[in-house]
């Protein structure tokens, strides 16, 4: 799949939007240093979500544990505008919105790096018993 499908990149691109909509009206010395800052670790972020897309199974994780880290900063910055008054209530939920979205998606693949593939690249395959058992306790 190419980077610009993924979900998650695509989740990235739009927190990348919405923390320059959203830090519009900061002013200038707050902008050129916190926010240009905060635009560039999410420009990092979906340099990190591309480069796992493209490694190996061995690195994969390091770049999305990379990505979260960056995140975590980034959620820590915008609390920080908000609390000094720089942006709006309505500018954080937005904001926030994206960034839990973006760190479920990357928490959900830092999960299971490897998609339905184990480390060998082979898919598993469930067992006719193990389905059988999955069905029934998905039914009862």
């Given at each position: 799949m190419e980077n610009?499908?993924?979900?998650s990149y695509k989740k990235a691109?739009?927190?990348?939007?919405?923390?320059s909509e959203s830090t519009q009206k900061v002013p200038r010395t707050v902008k050129y240093t916190t926010v240009a800052e905060m635009i560039n670790s999410a420009l990092d972020i979906m340099v990190d979500i591309a480069d796992a897309n493209e490694e190996n199974f061995g690195t994969r994780e390091e770049f999305l544990k990379s990505a979260l880290k960056k995140l975590s900063r980034i959620r820590i910055q915008v609390r920080c505008l908000y609390d000094l008054r720089?942006?709006?209530k309505k500018g954080l939920n937005s904001i926030s919105g994206y960034e839990g979205n973006l760190e479920s998606q990357l928490k959900g693949w830092l999960a299971n790096p490897y998609g339905d593939e184990d480390t060998t690249g082979k898919r598993k395959v469930m067992t006719a018993r193990a389905s059988t058992v999955l069905r029934k306790v998905v039914t009862d």
């Open positions: 610009h499908q993924l979900p691109r739009d927190l990348v939007k919405q923390l720089y942006i709006t």
